[in-house]
């Protein structure tokens, strides 16, 4: 459903004139693909758990309908993709929360993987039925899919977290049992249990509350830990690589895109969809590929790979356009585009959600995903608002040669932070970000804070809602 309603503009774009009733600017072009920033920014605002319960996806899912209804009468085009942004702005983060609760450890990761999978799915479905139908009609087929989704969550059961936080714990026995067999029976007492002590911390804490400038005083120093703050930074600059790497200008752009490289000489649905089959095989490439090779080589084989393919593409053009190219062919341009989304599949799109997964420490795992999500949810913006203009400004060519070195620069800056994360525990990644290892008495107060029930649960449950929202 989210790669449905993020490629769903791409269409609008590609039939936007007079003869098909949708007239409509640069600027509302932008606007129409962006919509669901704010829906992200609410969600991060609000608790987390008010939203992990079918209720809140039930909600969100409605919302998809207003929009594809809105869209499909042709009435008010921007207010459809209002409600659109909202309701799928607030379905990112909820989604891989779900699935956090509702699976089991061992079979966790495969599903996470699975959300990738399904996004580019949708995207390939939308160029498809695009490609065949009119803009209208095609968000009238997507309706199909909110109403799958919604029927699915109506009869999908509370998540066993959200029932032991709402202290319904017979119930969250038999929603656990249910979903994951009587297998991990220890988890689930330990969950309750957990929570129980929780319920009782709360009401000590109600008694003896810290005062505000200690509050103060605890968040600059944990500002000043190199553990807190290096990590932040480095998702910030993996992410604003992400988004510039071509995944969701190409998303919401293919057609322009295509069409501006290659100079209007070849059919362009079919490369669209073409580039869809791509990108859909080389995620499921990467899923196998992705635990056998190094993370920074792959990291930055990719990442290499992007920014070549993205100068090469800027050269060509300008070469073309000024007469100067000794020999030119449709292949050549092709074969760029295929190049650049390899590098994205392969690595640029699923490469910042598994770093994401391994170097916030678990203490500030919460905190750091949410920031990150933040940075995620304004690069998005910038990359989608500024690409209309930028390629009326400086036209494809300049577009594309501003990516790369973006892409440099962010490469660069990730080359001098990220370490080698794949093979090591996460302690021993956070004591590399840390500069150092744990001194003896820290050491033991973090032991003590390890075998205290409340704080495994906290991080059980912090570490199942880190996961990123993946991305385009």
């Known amino acids: 459903m989210c790669g449905t309603a993020t490629l769903w503009p791409t269409r609008l774009l590609y039939e936007n004139g007079p003869a098909n009733r949708c007239d409509i600017c640069h600027k509302d072009a932008a606007h129409s693909g962006r919509y669901w920033i704010p ?30 209804f809105i869209l499909h009468i042709n009435k008010e085009i921007l207010i459809g993709r209002i409600l659109h942004g909202l309701s799928y702005g607030m379905l990112m983060p909820l989604r ?24 580019a799915f949708g995207i390939f479905f939308v160029h498809l039925v695009g490609s065949l139908m009119s803009w ?11 109403f799958a989704s919604l029927l699915m969550t109506i009869y999908a059961p509370e998540s066993p977290s959200w029932l032991a936080d709402k202290g319904r714990y017979e ?5 656990f049992r249910w979903l994951r067999g009587n297998e991990e029976s220890e988890e689930l007492e330990e969950m309750i249990q957990a929570r129980i002590l929780i319920e009782k911390e709360k009401i000590k804490r109600t008694n003896s509350s810290i005062n505000f400038g200690q509050r ?13 703050y290096i990590p932040i930074i480095l998702m910030m600059h993996a992410y604003f690589m992400l988004q510039f790497a071509g995944g969701t200008t190409m998303a919401s752009y293919s057609t322009k895109i295509i069409d501006l490289i290659v100079g209007g000489r070849v059919d362009v649905k079919f490369w669209m969809v073409f580039l ?13 590929i992705i635990d056998k090779v190094k993370r920074r080589t792959m990291m930055f084989g990719t990442g290499g790979l992007c920014v070549v393919s993205h100068l090469a593409i800027a050269l060509y053009v300008y070469a073309r356009l000024n007469g100067k190219l000794l020999y030119d062919a449709q292949w050549i341009p092709l074969l760029l585009i295929n190049v ?17 997964g391994e170097v916030f420490p678990l203490e500030y795992r919460s905190i750091g995903g949410s920031i990150s999500l933040v940075a995620l949810a304004a690069t998005m913006f910038i990359a989608l608002k500024t690409f209309p203009g930028l390629t009326d400004m400086v036209g494809i060519e300049g577009t594309y040669f501003l990516y790369g070195v973006i892409l440099t620069y962010n490469l660069v800056v990730i080359w001098f932070l990220l370490p ?15 500069g150092r290892p744990l001194e003896p008495e820290e050491l033991e107060a973090r032991m003590s804070l390890q075998s205290d029930p409340v704080q495994l649960y906290k991080r059980k449950m912090s570490a199942r809602r880190c996961s990123s929202p993946l991305l385009h």
């Open 171 to 175: 119930e969250c026995r038999e929603v």
């Open 276 to 288: 869809d089959c791509q990108r859909l095989f080389f995620n499921i490439l990467a899923v196998y």
């Open 340 to 356: 650049q989304f390899v590098s994205v599949a392969m690595g640029m799109v699923p490469m910042p959600s598994v770093i994401a």
């Open 420 to 434: 080698e994360t794949k093979g090591r525990t996460l302690q021993q990644i956070e004591d590399e970000f840390r």
């Open 216 to 228: 103060i005083k605890l968040l600059l120093e944990t500002l000043k830990k190199r553990e807190f």
């Open 96 to 119: 891989s929360v779900l699935i956090g609760e509702y699976t089991s450890p061992k079979k966790r990761g495969a599903f996470l993987m699975l959300v990738a999978l399904a996004q």
């Open 136 to 146: 209208q009609r095609t968000a009238l087929v997507c309706v199909f899919f909110s």
């Open 39 to 68: 829906g992200a920014v609410k969600q991060l605002l609000h608790s987390i758990k008010i939203w992990c319960k079918p209720n809140g996806g039930v909600k969100t899912i409605l919302r998809q309908f207003k929009n594809y």
